[in-house]
């Protein structure tokens, strides 16, 4: 009976503290919810940023909460931007908008996403940066290094700057022949653009765009596009042009050294289209000018030749050598159809020892004989090396002993010299014993004789290869002669043909009118041109 009393008091004591407990959770539901149930709306999980000109376009990424119906941006509490949501189908999305007229710099929003009741999702914080004229006023556009006119396709070709970091491409506005205004894009990687329909002396623009600078994850989707546009001209012409000239070539005459000859002249003329000057330039030892009387210089220009301009040339030759000196009167300028040439020639006479003279006593103190392998001495019988041969004496001689002939001997002249005419004298005494076959060689002084030297022993049977082996040791052949006349102590003298630059002679004998196996004459006669 006690126990039962007991367990009865135990149930009602737990009973009423139930009752108690029930009573304070639902005051605290009551205080939750005294301004009526709070609902929580989804949130925004990411923004994307693109970044325009004084504006953003942001792209929010919602979830699939169907009471989603707007989406509030605030910047210092304040709402900048109000976007309605319009969807179809629930599901997760993104959702773009545009926000304009942002001021330019750094931004801090707070983006909530609002039902139709204006209950408010959590909020997301992000950043952004604004980009306007402050950032556009620093921006240049592509810079132009140079236009010229190419003359081989008749166009304009336009050479570039590299472009600046984070430009994006660049926009070539110009005028056509045809009075029509054109655009074509120039990308980045393009070095030189090619213009082939464009009006002459127009200007052209140049304007760029650029991408902002991008924090990760943002993009642009305006281009920003610089204020500060390039411009250049376009070649003055399109076409070529042909220059007119009323002479073709003027021959001077002769005239003595550091004179200046008479005055010819010539006009020159073009209607065509010219960008520039026109040059005129007289190669050496001819002058030109743009007056009769005076200022002559090697070359001249002209500014404009649509009407006929005078030309004056003359002949100033300050070589002090005796020679035909041959020029040309060049014109030159962008753009000419075929220039034309003018050919000048005109003599000189040097002064002093010039031209061509016989190599003689002021020449004999350089000479010397040289005996090379097989060379035949020539100093038998009272006879002289080479003192004997350029005294300009026919009592003195040089002479070789018995059985030397066929055979030869070496000269070294000191230095190279121009030989224009060999030619030798017999000896007064015996004239009649004058070389009727023989052969004259020369080598140049940048050849050493010794290794020039031949191994092949000269006699009747081996002429042949005596002389090839001469030319491929690197002789020159000036003379080869075989006379039928006896020229006797008068002579006889051999043009050389070509330009013969020699410092070493060889004479060879093969024979002689006398049948003698030995050879004799008085005078070796090199004709040099000592202008050279």
């Not at 090619?194 to 002459?200: G, R, Y």
């Not at 003689?360 to 060379?375: R, S």
């Amino acid at each position: 009976m006690k126990k039962s009393i007991i367990k009865n008091i135990a149930i009602v004591c737990a009973f009423s503290m139930m009752l108690f407990s029930c009573e304070d959770q639902d005051d605290t539901y009551k205080d939750l919810v005294k301004n009526g149930e709070k609902i929580i709306v989804g949130v925004t999980s990411k923004v994307i940023v693109g970044v325009g000109v004084d504006k953003l376009k942001l792209g929010a990424i919602i979830t699939s909460d169907p009471k989603i119906k707007k989406i509030v941006v605030s910047e210092e509490g304040e709402t900048v931007y109000t976007f309605d949501v319009n969807r179809t189908e629930t599901k997760l999305d993104t959702m773009y908008f545009t926000i304009s007229g942002l001021s330019e710099g750094i931004h801090d929003f707070k983006l909530k996403n609002l039902d139709n009741q204006g209950n408010e999702s959590l909020p997301l914080e992000f950043s952004a940066t604004v980009y306007g004229d402050k950032y556009i006023a620093n921006l240049s556009s592509r810079k132009v290094t140079g236009v010229s006119f190419n003359t081989t396709n008749l166009s304009a070709e336009i050479s570039w700057k590299t472009a600046a970091n984070r430009m994006k491409e660049s926009t070539l506005t110009y005028t056509t022949v045809e009075d029509v205004e054109k655009s074509i894009l120039i990308g980045n990687d393009e070095t030189t653009t090619v213009v082939s329909d464009f009006k002459p002396s127009s200007t052209f623009k140049v304007v760029s765009s650029y991408w902002p600078p991008l924090k990760e994850g943002q993009t642009s989707f305006e281009d920003f596009w610089s204020l500060n546009p390039t411009s250049a001209d376009f070649p003055v012409c399109n076409t070529l042009a042909t220059v007119e000239v009323s002479a073709t070539s003027f021959d001077f005459g002769q005239l003595m050294a550091n004179e200046n000859s008479p005055v010819q002249s010539f006009t020159i003329e073009s209607s065509d289209c010219i960008d520039g000057a026109i040059s005129i330039d007289a190669t050496s030892s001819f002058e030109v000018s743009l007056t009769a009387d005076g200022g002559f210089t090697s070359s001249v220009s002209f500014d404009d030749i649509s009407v006929a301009k005078s030309v004056y040339v003359r002949f100033s030759p300050s070589t002090n050598k005796n020679q035909i000196l041959n020029g040309v009167v060049n014109i030159s300028g962008i753009g000419l159809n075929v220039p034309p040439t003018i050919n000048l020639t005109g003599e000189e006479i040097g002064n002093s020892k010039s031209g061509l003279h016989i190599i003689g006593a002021d020449e004999a103190g350089d000479i010397t004989t040289i005996v090379l392998p097989n060379d035949a001495l020539y100093n038998a019988w009272g006879g002289k090396f080479h003192e004997a041969l350029f005294d300009g004496n026919t009592s003195t001689h040089g002479h070789s002993s018995g059985g030397d002939s066929p055979g030869h001997f070496t000269i070294d002249l000191g230095k190279d010299y121009l030989i224009r005419k060999v030619g030798w004298k017999n000896r007064a005494g015996s004239p009649q014993n004058g070389q009727n076959r023989y052969q004259i060689w020369g080598l140049s002084g940048s050849i050493d004789p010794n290794t020039a030297a031949t191994t092949i022993v000269l006699s009747g049977a081996t002429e042949g290869d005596w002389s090839k082996e001469m030319g491929m040791k690197g002789w020159t052949s000036m003379v080869d002669a075989s006379l039928t006349e006896n020229p006797g102590s008068t002579g006889i003298t051999h043009d050389v043909s070509g330009y013969v630059y020699v410092r070493y002679i060889r004479v060879a004998i093969f024979d002689n009118f006398g049948g003698n196996n030995y050879f004799n004459f008085s005078e070796l006669e090199l004709t040099a041109d000592f202008d050279q």
